[in-house]
């Protein structure tokens, strides 16, 4: 009787879909704090990243670079009064550069 219900249950699940643990859960929809099985990263994988990685700490560099600038300008300028195109696009410059490491880090 027990593999008749078996069969029945198995009979009604939508087509493709495996009743074994077989089938990893997507990450999105596992319960808080169920952690994913980890897969090994294949060495060109971890090169990207790291290469990424390397990447990311020039750009920040050069974003502290350009903020440090940019200090210093908006210092002797009387910004009050007239605030300078350098200035503008400086700033622009640094958001730009800031949106690139964002969107780096994530992936």
Do not use: F
């Not at 990311?56 to 903020?67: D, F, P, R, S, T």
């Amino acid at each position: 009787m027990t593999a008749g219900v078996a069969t029945g249950l198995a009979g009604k699940l939508p087509s493709g879909q495996n009743p074994t643990p077989n089938n990893p859960i997507p990450p999105d929809r596992r319960p808080p704090g169920d952690v994913a099985p980890e897969t090994p990263t294949p060495p060109a994988d971890k090169r990207i990243l790291e290469e990424n990685e390397k990447d990311i700490k020039k750009k920040v560099e050069k974003l502290y670079e350009l903020a440090t600038e940019l200090k210093t300008e908006v210092e002797k300028t009387d910004s009050s009064k007239v605030l300078s195109l350098n200035l503008v696009r400086k700033a622009e410059e640094i958001e730009k550069l800031a949106r690139d490491i964002k969107n780096r880090s994530k992936g």
